[in-house]
């Protein structure tokens, strides 16, 4: 009867024997790093922490597991350890935090601890992933975010500067543009209307003409509007077209100019085409004065 009992408690420790080596095979091999931390004290590390950290077993056990945790995250993960150790968790909990390596370096890892009973005692299973290289792949990820926020900060004060400049050209330009407006009307046109008080020949009658119509559109808003709307309209069209806004009959800009009724009507045409007015019932003089 002894005997039989020996037998058999040998076969249960060798059972259990070879329970354990299976365990302890699982968990050495493991590909996240396995803790248990007991009264602040690393009191068990698999093979995957001592990787991670570059640490000997005889370096890692038996030490306080705060020290292998960077100073600026020791508060953080501190606290967390003593609660889930006091009070558990109802549901898994995990942080985020940097390892000190034997060499000198850094490694982040996700931190998740469990409590448990070890040896008697209550203690802290915990399971951690070494996420290094997703943790640095992330501040990458934000260092460039941040690059382009700044360039994009950056180009938009490039463009409120150009729109300022750009502004100040226009200001400028205006200003250039009613200086020679107001030269040609105060210096210039008085002494046109002088000269055609005196006593002219046809000929320089009509001159005289053609150079007050000149001036008439270096000066007139008209003439600058409908240069500017690039219909490609020649100079001759142009003073025409001056002309027939101003109610000039054909005859009348023929002498004008010096040319042609056929040349004004040929010109007439030309700026229909180019207002888009070619074969519409829309008379020209009025469409200038309202829409140009």
Same mark, same amino acid.
């Given at each position: 009867?002894? =005997?039989?009992?020996?037998?058999?408690?040998?076969?249960?420790?060798?059972?259990?024997?070879?329970?354990?080596?299976?365990?302890?095979?699982?968990?050495?091999?493991?590909?996240?790093?396995?803790?248990?931390?007991? &009264?602040? %004290?690393?009191?068990?590390? @698999?093979?995957?922490?001592?990787?991670?950290?570059?640490?000997?077993?005889?370096?890692?056990? #038996? =030490?306080?597991?705060?020290?292998?945790?960077?100073?600026? !995250?020791?508060?953080?993960?501190?606290?967390?350890?003593?609660?889930?150790?006091?009070?558990?968790? /109802?549901?898994?909990?995990?942080?985020?935090?940097?390892?000190?390596?034997?060499? +000198? +370096?850094? &490694?982040?890892?996700?931190?998740?601890?469990?409590?448990?009973?070890?040896?008697?005692?209550?203690?802290?299973?915990?399971?951690?992933? !070494?996420?290094? !290289?997703?943790?640095?792949?992330?501040?990458?990820?934000?260092?460039?975010?941040?690059?382009?926020?700044?360039?994009?900060?950056?180009?938009?004060?490039?463009? *409120?500067?150009?729109?300022?400049?750009?502004?100040?050209?226009?200001?400028? $330009?205006?200003? *250039?543009?009613?200086?020679?407006?107001?030269? *040609?009307?105060?210096?210039?046109?008085?002494?046109? !209307?002088?000269? $055609? &008080?005196?006593?002219?020949?046809?000929?320089?009658?009509?001159?005289? @003409?053609?150079?007050?119509? #000149?001036?008439?559109?270096?000066?007139?808003?008209?003439?600058?509007?409908? /240069?500017?709307?690039?219909?490609?309209?020649?100079?001759?069209?142009?003073?025409?077209?001056?002309?027939?806004?101003? +109610?000039?009959? %054909?005859? =009348?800009?023929?002498?004008?100019?010096?040319?042609?009724?056929?040349?004004? &009507?040929?010109?007439?045409?030309?700026?229909? =085409?180019?207002?888009?007015?070619?074969?519409?019932?829309? @008379?020209?003089?009025?469409?200038?004065?309202?829409?140009?």
């Amino acid at each position: 009867m002894l =005997r039989q009992q020996i037998v058999e408690r040998e076969k249960a420790e060798a059972a259990l024997k070879e329970s354990e080596g299976r365990y302890r095979l699982l968990i050495e091999n493991a590909v996240e790093a396995i803790l248990v931390i007991q &009264r602040e %004290i690393l009191a068990f590390a @698999n093979r995957r922490f001592v990787e991670i950290t570059g640490y000997s077993p005889v370096e890692i056990t #038996s =030490r306080p597991f705060i020290e292998f945790i960077h100073p600026e !995250d020791r508060p953080a993960a501190g606290g967390m350890l003593l609660e889930v150790l006091e009070q558990g968790q /109802s549901e898994t909990v995990f942080l985020t935090f940097r390892l000190l390596t034997h060499e +000198g +370096g850094l &490694r982040w890892i996700e931190f998740k601890p469990v409590r448990i009973e070890w040896a008697g005692a209550p203690a802290l299973l915990a399971f951690c992933s !070494d996420v290094t !290289d997703a943790v640095m792949a992330e501040l990458v990820l934000r260092e460039k975010e941040e690059e382009l926020r700044e360039q994009a900060k950056k180009l938009e004060e490039a463009n *409120i500067g150009l729109k300022i400049l750009l502004q100040h050209r226009q200001e400028e $330009k205006a200003a *250039i543009q009613e200086s020679v407006q107001a030269s *040609i009307t105060k210096l210039i046109m008085p002494f046109v !209307d002088k000269l $055609k &008080r005196t006593f002219l020949s046809t000929e320089q009658a009509t001159y005289l @003409n053609i150079i007050e119509v #000149s001036l008439s559109e270096i000066v007139s808003p008209f003439t600058a509007r409908l /240069s500017s709307n690039r219909l490609g309209l020649t100079p001759t069209e142009l003073e025409v077209a001056n002309l027939v806004k101003n +109610g000039n009959s %054909i005859k =009348r800009i023929s002498e004008l100019l010096n040319i042609s009724e056929n040349a004004v &009507r040929f010109h007439r045409q030309n700026i229909r =085409r180019k207002l888009g007015l070619k074969h519409k019932k829309i @008379n020209l003089r009025s469409f200038l004065q309202q829409t140009i």
